[in-house]
């Protein structure tokens, strides 16, 4: 696919999300109602980000069956009620949609509560020639990871958000879970898990999308909106989140371009990989004039949001942008 088609397929994918995005989270608004508090660090169920390629499915919880099969010694059918039973285990994760914008709301947190999907494999009879897996979902979407993601990364099978089953719209029963990557690797109403030892299948990948990194270093701008006015000397809160595929270390703010940079206060956060953090900035300013105010958030390892992304299709986020008319 060459540039120009991936550009067509990144603004197709940009509209699709814009029609299919039901949920409402709490700060996706007018720009007259934009919020000056935060919303739940917790993301609710009703709350949360949806991003589908159809309608949502009707799975009956008495009829559903979840098929594995592929290259492993024992292929076999799971109810739900078989699915329930198994060892369960909770996960904190912040989910971005990787067709999120610079200024998009497409990004929540969640207590998920699942199966460790490499554990029951392994009970399974993995075979030695196999490298990943296939998720086939009730909607016609597909996905994979690989074996050392499943292993490594903890993949869950979650049957569970905040502690109720998934809701339909969300994935119900079964939606999986690789912490630190986009929302396009996390397949919801899945059905079908195929044990592969062939390059991984993606059905945004197939069409002009890069769904293999982990989700980079980001930050958003909860409020004010992107343009504001105040009166000079005045304070002037503002406040966010960032997040990536690691701990956040800090979150910096700059008014000159990044010549110099400023830290914002981190005012929430988790003991817990791969969850967001809130922060909060509050300035003045003692003359008039334009102030242009940038946010950049840097990880455990170092590393730093850039500064421009010329890849709408990657999930990559520039700096967040806020201009401050000072009168």
């Not at 242009?292 to 850039?306: E, S, W």
């Not at 520039?318 to 008319?325: D, K, R």
Request: hydrophobic residues 40%; proline residues 5%; aromatic residues 10%.
């Amino acid at each position: 696919m060459n540039k120009n088609q991936k550009i067509m397929s990144g603004a197709l994918i940009a509209i699709v999300v814009v029609v299919l995005y039901i949920g409402i989270n709490p700060w996706s608004m007018t720009p007259s109602e934009v919020p000056s508090e935060f919303p739940d660090f917790i993301t609710s169920n009703e709350d949360y980000f949806v991003t589908r390629i159809g309608a949502v499915p009707n799975i009956n919880r008495d009829t559903y069956r979840l098929e594995i099969h592929g290259l492993i010694d024992t292929p076999v059918s799971y109810s739900l009620i078989e699915l329930q039973s198994l060892n369960l285990t909770e996960l904190p994760l912040t989910i971005e949609c990787i067709g999120n914008s610079i200024y998009g709301k497409l990004v929540a947190t969640a207590v998920w509560k699942g199966f460790n999907l490499f554990d029951l494999l392994e009970t399974l009879g993995l075979s030695e020639s196999a490298t990943g897996v296939k998720y086939l979902a009730a909607d016609g979407y597909y996905a994979s990871h690989t074996l050392e993601q499943l292993e490594n990364n903890g993949v869950l099978g979650a049957l569970y958000m905040n502690d109720v089953e998934i809701p339909p719209v969300q994935g119900f029963p079964l939606r999986i879970l690789n912490p630190g990557y986009y929302g396009i690797k996390q397949p919801a109403w899945v059905t079908e898990i195929e044990v592969i030892d062939r390059p991984l299948e993606d059905y945004w990948e197939d069409r002009g999308w890069d769904t293999s990194p982990p989700m980079d270093i980001d930050s958003k701008i909860f409020f004010p909106d992107r343009s504001t006015s105040i009166d000079v000397s005045q304070n002037l809160r503002i406040g966010g989140c960032a997040f990536g595929g690691t701990r956040v270390k800090l979150v910096e703010y700059t008014i000159d371009d990044g010549s110099t940079w400023n830290n914002a206060t981190i005012i929430q956060q988790m003991d817990a990989d791969n969850v967001w953090v809130f922060w909060e900035i509050n300035v003045s300013f003692s003359s008039v004039g334009e102030v242009i105010l940038k946010i950049r958030a840097t990880d455990i390892n170092d590393n730093q949001q850039i500064k421009t992304d010329f890849d709408a299709l990657d999930g990559t986020s520039s700096w967040p942008v806020l201009e401050i008319n000072v009168i």
